[in-house]
């Protein structure tokens, strides 16, 4: 039970970090030649990766932040109207919630 508690492994972020590289080097040509070459570094820190989420892991954090930043692009639409409304979200219909960024 210990061991599975200190498990640290995601086996969903194995099976989907191909799938972020595939997708990166997919628009890569729609970058300048500085941002490929970061894209790269990236990609090369990914490649390989075996999921774990270790305290020095810079390949989880490039994951994670990765993830992140794709599903605030799936949801994030700012309401239209003033500045107080710009730190918002709209997800469907009224519904908000604050941006987390």
């Known amino acids: 039970m210990v061991r599975i508690m200190h498990d ?24 300048p030649q500085e941002e490929i070459e970061k894209m790269d570094e990236m990609i090369e820190f ?7 989420f270790d305290e020095k892991s810079i390949s989880a954090s490039i994951y994670s932040f990765t993830i992140m930043n794709l599903h605030k692009s799936w949801f994030h639409k700012l309401l239209p109207g003033d500045s107080q409304n710009s730190n918002k979200m709209l997800l469907m219909e009224n519904l908000t919630f604050m941006d987390y960024l």
């Open 8 to 31: 640290d492994t995601d086996v969903i972020a194995r099976s989907l970090a191909p799938l972020i590289i595939n997708l990166a080097k997919s628009v890569q040509d729609e970058f």
């Open 46 to 52: 990914l490649n390989g990766w075996d999921g774990r």
